[in-house]
């Protein structure tokens, strides 16, 4: 496994040349920030100054608006494995897990259980809480261990709220098993695909899946704070009530109507008026990751993976590291993560030295791996740099321990 052969024959290396990567940086985050297109600010700058500056409300017929959350969707659909029509860009992905969770709970009537994971992602859980405020207690919402998850679906769970990829661990679901387990007991399933799309493979309508939501700014590369995306398979996307029944989600919005009629199809989960600039800078994002090969993605990731473990297996032995992501590379996402007493010191002695990954609270030290912009050689550097960071003893500074407020 040397990084210098591996880079040689990696047939995603001219994606590299796209992106706009800082000197002196080894960025391992881009599971959290992807890096910048180099075509993004081109085109959000022609936006601004033309479609904005100069074309105005024109714009939103003309310079294809009104169309850019199905446009984009549908995008997005063909790398998480849905058919056009049944993905929308458009809001936080928090707000869309709000959206599908009511979606789903209307679609399985009778069945008023919220279900997920301790430990999954917070805002999927706070959701579902606030959910449960919202509603008197009428839907409750229950955590249990991931393990036992689909063992804890009983008559009353209309819904299971689930990460394909885990923030944490990395550790992946299987989309199919999971989906069909959860169907046979009359649950339905939202997958959230953050850490999925763009990384690795998802296959929505291979697994029936039933609603799904995920993020625009991680593997996606649409920008800080990115719309995310909705997906409602088609069969619930005429009984699914929308529970935001904003007006760009009615059937027809411009005839002002005082009465609420949701869209036909996937438009009536849309809410309020698109965030357009944030909708070009993930439309450039995903039309670049649509350009490559998702087999090569996932075969460059798996690598990556495998010389990141190999690599730090001494460290492990020397230094206390313990791999926190699953050993095996087929059960772990496009992260790979090791739990430390001192992770949080040891993070920001990195990132001084250049090596951007994240800490996750308690102890988890996170890379990310992006294959489209992420070399061999990186990977190689980044651990030679933790190696020389805890060999030098230099995360034990009181700089590297004041919290700062995002991690
Ligand atoms: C990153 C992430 C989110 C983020 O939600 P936002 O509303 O965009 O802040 C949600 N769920 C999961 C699983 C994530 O990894």
């Not at 940086?25 to 936006?47: F, H, M, R, V």
């Not at 074309?55 to 939103?60: D, E, K, P, T, Y």
């Not at 209307?106 to 405020?133: C, H, K, W």
Request: proline residues 6%; aromatic residues 8%; hydrophobic residues 45%.
């Amino acid at each position: 496994m040397d990084p210098a052969l591996l880079d040689a024959a990696d047939l995603l290396r001219p994606f590299r040349d796209r992106f706009v990567l800082p000197q002196g940086t080894i960025y391992l985050d881009g599971n959290s920030l992807g890096c910048l297109p180099k075509a993004t600010a081109p085109k959000i700058t022609e936006l601004v100054n033309v479609d904005w500056g100069q074309n105005l409300i024109g714009s939103w017929n003309v310079a294809g608006w009104v169309d850019a959350p199905q446009r984009v969707g549908d995008k997005i659909a063909r790398l998480v494995g849905a058919e056009e029509g049944e993905v929308v860009a458009c809001d936080s992905t928090s707000v869309n897990v709000f959206k599908a969770l009511c979606a789903a709970l209307s679609a399985n009537p009778g069945r008023s259980t919220i279900l997920s994971e301790r430990g999954n992602f917070p805002t999927d859980v706070y959701m579902m809480q606030g959910l449960e405020a919202l509603t008197g207690r009428r839907v409750s919402a229950r955590l249990v261990d991931g393990e036992t998850v689909l063992d804890a679906i009983d008559d009353d769970t209309a819904v299971v709220l689930l990460t394909q990829v885990h923030y944490r661990t990395g550790r992946v679901r299987d989309m199919v098993a999971t989906t069909a387990a959860a169907q046979a007991r009359g649950a339905l399933v939202i997958w959230d695909l953050s850490h999925s799309a763009g990384a690795i493979p998802a296959d929505l309508s291979g697994a029936n899946a039933d609603f799904a939501v995920g993020c625009g700014y991680k593997f996606l590369n649409g920008g800080p704070g990115a719309p995310g995306y909705i997906f409602a398979a088609r069969r619930h996307q005429d009984t699914a009530m929308p529970a935001l029944s904003g007006w760009f989600g009615h059937a027809r919005p411009f005839d002002f109507d005082d009465a609420y009629r949701p869209a036909p199809g996937i438009a009536r989960f849309l809410v309020g008026t698109p965030p357009i600039i944030g909708l070009a800078a993930l439309e450039v994002g995903v039309d670049l990751m649509r350009e490559a090969d998702m087999a090569q993605v996932r075969s460059k990731s798996v690598a990556m993976g495998e010389l990141f473990a190999r690599r730090m297996a001494p460290l492990c032995e020397r230094h206390g590291f313990m791999l926190a992501s699953p050993a095996d590379p087929a059960e772990r996402g496009s992260q790979i993560s090791y739990a430390h007493p001192e992770a949080y010191p040891i993070v920001q002695a990195l990132i001084a030295r250049g090596v951007v990954g994240d800490f996750r609270a308690p102890d988890v030290l996170r890379f990310g791996l992006t294959p489209l912009y992420t070399s061999f050689g990186e990977i190689a550097a980044a651990v030679d740099t933790i190696a020389a960071v805890m060999d030098e003893g230099a995360w034990d500074r009181p700089e590297f321990k004041v919290r700062a407020a995002v991690t």
